[in-house]
Antibody
Framework: EVQLVQSGAEVKKPGESLKISCKGS????????IGWVRQMPGKGLEWMGI????????RYSPSFQGQVTISADKSITTAFLQWSSLKASDTAMYYC????????????????????WGQGTMVTVSS | QSALTQPPSASGSPGQSVTISCTGT?????????VSWYQQHPGKAPKLMIY???KRPSGVPDRLSGSKSGNTASLTVSGLQAEDEADYYC??????????FGGGTKLTVL
């Protein structure tokens, strides 16, 4: 069964660091891009960025460039999203998703549609 | 890039049809046939319903259809059913490896 399983909910204080994970299974992890999507409480979806685990090629939304780091460890078929210094405004649900349909190649994912999603990781940042 | 524009809400009675619009610009929706639509029920992860403007993934009923004209894409849900009540989000490729989502539309089945 193809699935993405994310790490559990986190409660952190402002200024702390955090790394959440997304483990892929049931498919060739290094052959598909994985994206990250933020959903703030009661709000819509926001695309954060995407990584190709085969060579760690990473693209960021201009809105999130420099604010987070996306990485992947293909040896454990896991993608990561990390913060070095959290802010209260980082409080949100974070989803990883695989663009398994549409146009994606090893060098580009311009037309990728996210047909597989993780269950989400809720991150709460509060003093 | 700015979010795509969707109406905050839409509604219809069971059996009716409803169309949700998604307006972008010539830099995203207008330039690429890479528009997707997602359905999200409360507390759940989004689910892909339409990709590449009008294609349906396996398992998605043909009551859902997508189209595009100029800078505006549309999702039509025909034969509305109670289970269609959810939030719907469009997305589009926006060039330079960027993707942009719409603000979302809450569909209510009356």
């Amino acid at each position: 069964e193809v699935q993405l399983v994310q790490s559990g909910a986190e409660v952190k204080k402002p200024g702390e660091s955090l790394k959440i994970s997304c483990k892929g299974s049931g498919y060739s992890f290094t052959s598909y891009w994985i994206g990250w999507v933020r959903q703030m409480p009661g709000k819509g979806l926001e695309w954060m960025g995407i990584i190709y685990p085969g060579d760690s090629d990473t693209r960021y939304s201009p809105s999130f460039q420099g604010q987070v780091t996306i990485s992947a460890d293909k040896s454990i078929t896991t993608a990561f999203l990390q913060w070095s210094s959290l802010k209260a405004s980082d409080t949100a649900m974070y989803y990883c998703a695989r663009p398994g349909l549409g146009y994606c190649s090893s060098t580009s994912c311009r037309g990728g549609a996210f047909d597989m999603w993780g269950q989400g990781t809720m991150v709460t940042v509060s003093s | 890039q700015s979010a795509l524009t969707q109406p905050p809400s839409a509604s219809g009675s069971p059996g009716q049809s409803v169309t949700i619009s998604c307006t972008g610009t010539s830099s995203d929706v207008g330039s690429y046939n890479y528009v997707s639509w997602y359905q999200q029920h409360p507390g759940k992860a989004p689910k892909l319903m339409i990709y590449e403007v009008s294609k349906r993934p396996s398992g998605v009923p043909d009551r859902l259809s997508g189209s595009k004209s100029g800078n505006t894409a549309s999702l039509t849900v025909s034969g509305l059913q109670a289970e269609d009540e959810a939030d719907y989000y469009c997305s589009s490729y926006a060039g330079s490896s960027n993707l942009v989502f719409g603000g979302g539309t809450k569909l209510t089945v009356l």
